[in-house]
């Protein structure tokens, strides 16, 4: 048989479809092009349908070995028909990702970052103080009792501070007066009866006062109660304390000194100071010239207040209170102590 006879029959048909897929496979460059390829070539009215067909008509020798030609040719074509589109599928795909490139590598809008109000950081450095001096921290309740807040200090009903001046009355509903408590001092005698000594605590906590607001005044505002109940506590240990804590608070070469004051709950009673840190005690703005700067009041607690906690009078312990906004506004340099509660946030991020 020579290749002409050979291409005009069953078996050279095969063949010449096969060279045509191949080499339209070869040039195609989309998926879509394959796509016509397999619809042209495989499909129902395709060249291979054809040889099919044709099948029938032949003798039965010749109808096996075409049958087996058809076969290995159909298998081929779709074998290269799915590698074709496999590889165009894949570049493709690579094409749309880099087209559709993101360009991260500016860089993005940060948002703001927030951080710690100035008060809660000079509260909670003043705590951690305490707490490496051995205080345990507990806290109490904003709406109090007046027996807590005045009666079990030994503060008597005619004292100046409990007129409707100076403390906020708050209206329960109960016989029992309540106010807003106008100082840290009642968890002093509410720590003390919730047990018997020693207690070494510091009571960090928001206390409020009907006074005009003004650049040194705010009707609400932070203190700090410290108070150490044990055998053996004396004055010096009042001042030791306070000293250490002055010189972690403000810088190691301070010194402290301490006034007599008068404080219904402490007998003695005191006013304590620390040299000027700005101008080292010899007088400038932040200490009005003073050289020194009050920053609590401070006593050893009064018999009174250990009776009314059932405590032996003669048990021992010193207590002092300081404002946090006032230390902060030191620390801070700060003129005016409303601007800690303005919320003005060029304050704030300047602090
Ligand atoms: N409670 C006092 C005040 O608010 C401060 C103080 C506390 C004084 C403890 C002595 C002892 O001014």
Same mark, same amino acid.
Not at 3 to 22: D, F, H, N, R, S
Not at 183 to 199: F, I, L, W, Y
């Given at each position: 048989?020579?290749?002409?006879?050979?291409?005009?029959?069953?078996?050279?048909?095969?063949?010449?479809?096969?060279?045509?897929?191949? %080499?339209? +496979?070869?040039?195609?460059?989309?998926?879509?092009?394959?796509?016509?390829?397999?619809?042209?070539?495989?499909?129902?009215?395709?060249?291979?349908?054809?040889?099919?067909?044709?099948?029938?008509?032949?003798?039965?020798?010749?109808?096996?070995?075409?049958?087996?030609?058809?076969?290995?040719?159909?298998?081929?074509?779709?074998?290269?028909?799915?590698?074709?589109?496999?590889?165009?599928?894949?570049?493709?795909? %690579?094409?749309?990702?880099?087209?559709?490139?993101?360009?991260?590598?500016?860089?993005?809008?940060?948002?703001?970052?927030?951080?710690?109000?100035?008060?809660?950081?000079?509260? /909670? /450095?003043?705590?951690?103080?305490?707490?490496?001096?051995?205080?345990?921290?507990?806290?109490?309740? +904003?709406?109090?009792?007046?027996?807590?807040?005045?009666?079990?200090?030994?503060?008597?009903?005619?004292?100046?501070?409990?007129?409707?001046?100076?403390?906020?009355?708050?209206?329960?509903?109960?016989?029992?007066?309540?106010?807003?408590?106008?100082?840290?001092?009642?968890?002093? #005698?509410?720590?003390?009866?919730?047990?018997?000594?020693?207690?070494?605590?510091?009571?960090?906590?928001?206390? #409020?006062?009907?006074?005009?607001?003004?650049?040194?005044?705010?009707?609400?505002?932070?203190?700090?109660?410290?108070? #150490?109940?044990?055998?053996?506590?004396?004055?010096?240990?009042?001042?030791?304390?306070?000293?250490?804590?002055?010189?972690?608070?403000?810088?190691?070469?301070?010194?402290?000194?301490?006034?007599?004051?008068?404080?219904?709950?402490?007998?003695?009673?005191? /006013?304590?100071?620390? =040299?000027?840190?700005?101008?080292?005690? =010899?007088?400038?703005?932040?200490?009005?010239?003073?050289?020194?700067? /009050?920053?609590?009041? #401070?006593?050893?607690?009064?018999?009174?207040?250990?009776? =009314?906690?059932?405590?032996?009078?003669?048990?021992?312990?010193?207590?002092?209170?300081?404002?946090?906004?006032?230390?902060?506004?030191?620390?801070?340099?700060?003129?005016?102590?409303? =601007?800690?509660?303005?919320?003005?946030?060029?304050?704030?991020?300047?602090?």
């Amino acid at each position: 048989m020579s290749p002409e006879t050979t291409a005009v029959g069953p078996i050279g048909e095969l063949e010449a479809i096969e060279k045509q897929v191949l %080499e339209a +496979l070869g040039t195609a460059d989309s998926t879509g092009q394959v796509q016509e390829v397999q619809i042209s070539y495989l499909g129902r009215k395709g060249p291979l349908a054809r040889v099919g067909k044709s099948l029938g008509g032949l003798p039965v020798e010749e109808r096996r070995t075409v049958g087996q030609v058809a076969n290995r040719v159909r298998g081929l074509i779709e074998a290269a028909i799915a590698d074709k589109l496999a590889a165009l599928e894949s570049s493709e795909r %690579e094409g749309r990702l880099e087209a559709e490139r993101l360009d991260i590598t500016l860089p993005g809008r940060m948002p703001p970052a927030g951080r710690l109000h100035p008060l809660t950081e000079v509260l /909670e /450095e003043i705590v951690d103080i305490f707490v490496g001096l051995g205080f345990q921290v507990a806290e109490g309740p +904003l709406v109090e009792t007046d027996y807590y807040s005045f009666q079990a200090l030994n503060i008597p009903q005619d004292h100046a501070a409990r007129s409707m001046q100076d403390t906020f009355y708050v209206d329960t509903g109960a016989p029992e007066p309540f106010v807003l408590r106008p100082h840290t001092s009642p968890m002093q #005698a509410r720590v003390m009866e919730s047990g018997p000594p020693p207690h070494y605590m510091v009571v960090p906590g928001v206390v #409020a006062r009907r006074d005009e607001v003004d650049a040194n005044h705010l009707a609400q505002f932070m203190q700090l109660e410290g108070f #150490a109940v044990d055998t053996g506590i004396s004055f010096s240990d009042l001042k030791g304390v306070l000293e250490a804590f002055a010189r972690q608070m403000f810088g190691d070469h301070l010194k402290v000194r301490m006034h007599p004051s008068y404080f219904p709950f402490t007998e003695p009673s005191a /006013e304590v100071y620390v =040299s000027c840190f700005a101008c080292d005690g =010899s007088g400038c703005a932040t200490c009005r010239g003073e050289g020194w700067i /009050e920053i609590l009041g #401070a006593g050893m607690i009064h018999p009174n207040v250990f009776r =009314s906690v059932g405590y032996d009078p003669s048990t021992t312990g010193f207590a002092f209170g300081m404002g946090i906004e006032r230390i902060a506004k030191f620390k801070y340099s700060v003129t005016d102590l409303r =601007s800690f509660y303005e919320n003005d946030l060029r304050f704030l991020e300047s602090r």
